[in-house]
C-alpha cells in the first residue's frame, strides 16, 4: 500500500502548479454601478443598459475550440445596492427558425435546449461558482458548481428573469439578489464566464475560451470580473421559509388500517452569519414534492445509488456528500430522514476566507417505537482548505448516535457509528491534471478487527484533448462501516486503469464531432488476496455535431462470489448460487441517442451475451420523447431483460435445476409548464421485479419567486389485480419571507 501512496504523492509533486495565473486573466469585464433603474422585461431598453460596458467575442468550444463562433452574444452587466443585473443579446445564425427547447420546466437538460448559462465565481478561488440562465423559451435554470466542473441543479434560490425571442435573436435579462449569492465582503475580483448553446447551429460557446474536452463551467477557465468598487453586502439577510401541509394518505394492504389525516407545519430559514458563510435551520421538515425517482431493475449483488434532491441538504453539499468517491461516500444525506421524521435540524456552510470552507451539521430524527426504532441524532463536521491553485486537502468527522438505546429490544439498530476521514483533491491550474487520496476509519460497538475498519483508495486522472487516462486504486476493510454513508461493497482491493483516445475529423463537413476508443480493466481481490472480480470492456465511440452519439462496446466478466447470490432476483430468496462459485461470460452491445434537435427524440440501448451459472441475458432498452414545445414535453420508455437457463439451487430443497424469468419496467413522463410558473408533471412506472405500479402526479405553482403552492397525488399499485397498496394526496403552501 505505502508504495501507491507513494506514487501518488510524487505525481502531485511533479504535476501541480503550485503557482500559477489565472488562465484567462486577460478577458475582462469592467462593471459599473447602473445609472437609473432596471425593468426585467426582457427588452434591454432601459437608459441604464446604454451606460455600461459591451462584452462580446463568443469564442466556440464545440464542435472546434479555435474560432470564434458564428452565433455571437453581447452581454451587459450593471448593479444596484439590491441587485446584480445581466443583459444578453444571442443572435441567431440561423434566423427565423424558432428556438428548441423541451418545454418551460425550470432547471432544464442543458443539451436539449437553446440556451445561455451565466457562470459566477465570486472568489474567484477557481473551485466554487453559481450558473443562472435560461433556454430561448424562459424557463430558468439555477445551480451550484463544486470542485471547479461538478454541477448540481437542484439547488434553487430566489432570483429573476425575463426573455424574448425575436426571430434573428433572443433576449435574456436577470436581477439576482446579492442576497442569494455568497461572496467575500470588499473582493473586487470575480470569476465570470458565459456558456451558450445554439441547437440550431450545432454551436456550444463561451466568452472566456474553454478547450473541447471540458464543460462549458470549467471554472479553470473563467474571465475576470472587475468592479469599481467592491459589491454591497447586504445590510441583513435572513430568509425564513414556512410551509403549511394538508393531506390523506391511506395503507390498503393492511385491512385493521383507516385514512390518516395530515395537518403539519414547518419552517426552514436560512441566515447569512456573513456574506459567504450561511446558517440553515429546518423545523419539522417535510419533502412529500420532491421528485419521485426513476426506478430501475436490479440485477447487481450491491446497492444502488440514488441522487439527493432535499432542498435543505444541496447548499454547499458538495462539502458533504463529495468527499470520497463514487462508490465510497462515508457521508450520503439520503440516509438521514430514510423512512423516519426528522425534527430539527441546522448546517453552516460556506467560506470562513478565500482558502478555508466549513461544513457544521447537526440533524435529529425521531424514534418509532412499532418498529423499536431509536430516536437518532447525526452529526459532522467538515473542513477543507486550499492548496496551491486549485488543490484541496479536508477533513471529515461523523458521529451518529441513538438516543435512549435499548441493546436488548433494538437489536436492528447500534448505539453509535463514527466515522473520521482525510482527503486530499489535487486539481492542476489547467484542469489537466486531477486525482484524490482518501482515508477512512469507521468505530463502532460491534467488536472487530480494527485493522479491518479502514479505507485507502486514490486515483489520478490526465484529461488530455485527445488522450484520456485515469488509474484508481481502493483498499475496503471488511469490517469498515458507514452506517451514515453509502459504501455498497466492503472487504475488497480494486484496481481500475482507463485509457480513450479520441479522434477529431478535420473536415468541416464531417458530421462527426469525435470518435475513438476507451479500454477498461477492472479488478478485485479479496482481504485474503484472492482474485474474485474481473470486467475487461473495449467500447468505441461516435460523437457527433448535431449531439447524437452511438457507442458500441464489448467485454468479458469473471467472478468467484464472496456470498451466495440470486442472479435472477437480488429481491427473491428461493434460489441462489453458491459463494465462492466461478462464473464467467462474454458479452456485446451498443448505445445509442438521437439528436435533441428535433421534436421526436429517443435513446436506445441493448446487452447480448452470457451470465452467471451458464445462462444468457439479453436486455434492450428505449426511451421516446415527443415536445409541444413549449408547453408539453412527453416521454415514454421501457427496459426488458430476459434471463434464460441459468444453474441454482433451490433455497430449501438444495436441488439444482435451470431457471429463467423476465423483467419488464416501463417509465411514462409528462410536462405541462402552462407558463413558467405553473407545471404539471406526472409520472406513471411499471415495476415487474419489484411487482408495483407507481402513480404520481404533482402540480407546482410558483406565485412568487421562491414561493410555491403543490398539489401531489400518489398510487401504488399490485400489478396482477391492479389492487391499491397505498395512496396519498398532499396539499403544500410554501412563502420564502426576507428580512
Known sequence: MKKYILLFLLSVLGLQEIVAQKINEA???????????????????????QQTELGKDFWMITPIDTAQTSAQTDFRL???????????????????????????????SFGNNDNLWVILEPFNDLTNGFVFGANAAGAQFDGIISEGTNLNPNWDNKWHSATQYLGDKWIFEAAIPFKTLRYKAGETRWGLN???LDLKSNEKSSWARIPKQFFSITLAYTGVLVWDTPPPTPKSNISVIPYILTGLSKNYTDASSNTIARKDLGMDAKIAVSSALNLDLTVNPDFSQVDVDQQVTNLDRFELFFPERRQFFLENSDLFNNFGFKNIRPFFSRRIGLGVPIQFGARLSGKINNNFRIGLMNMQTGSMENQQRPAQNF????????????????????????????????????????????????????NLWTGKLLLLKSFSPIPADAKDEYVQAMNLTHNGKHLIVQWQYESVGKNYNPEVGYVP??????????????????KPTSPIFSHGPTVESIHFWNTQQQHTDNTNVLFYGFQMKDRSALTLWTATDFVRLQNKFNPINPYAKDFYVASQSEHSWRSAGFDYTSTPKRKVTFALSSRVGGYYGEGTRTAFAGTVGYRFQPYVSLSVGGDYNAIRQVWVANSTTQEMSRQSANFLLVRSKIDITFSNTLYWTTYFQYNEQQKNVNLNTRLQWRYKPASDLFLVYTDNYVPEIFGIKDRSIVLKLTYWWNA
Request: glycine share 6%.
Open 194 to 196: 458565459f456558456s451558450r
Open 379 to 430: 452529526s459532522t463536521l467538515v473542513l477543507q482548505h486550499k492548496l496551491f491553485a486549485r488543490s484541496s486537502i479536508g477533513l471529515m468527522l461523523l458521529n451518529k448516535e441513538s438516543l435512549g438505546f435499548d441493546a436488548n429490544a433494538m437489536t436492528n439498530y447500534t448505539k453509535f457509528n463514527r466515522n473520521i476521514g482525510l482527503e486530499y483533491n489535487l486539481a492542476s491550474a489547467s
Open 27 to 49: 478577458v475582462q469585464y469592467h462593471i459599473k454601478p447602473a445609472r437609473g433603474t432596471i425593468a426585467i422585461d426582457g427588452k434591454l431598453d432601459d437608459a441604464a443598459w
Open 489 to 506: 461493497r466492503v472487504g475488497y482491493v480494486k484496481i481500475d486503469p482507463l485509457a480513450t483516445y479520441l479522434f477529431y475529423p478535420k
Open 78 to 108: 450593471t448593479y444596484d445596492e439590491n441587485f446584480l443585473y445581466i443583459g444578453v443579446v444571442c443572435y441567431e445564425k440561423i434566423k427565423h427558425k424558432g428556438y428548441i427547447v423541451e418545454s418551460l420546466k425550470r432547471d432544464f
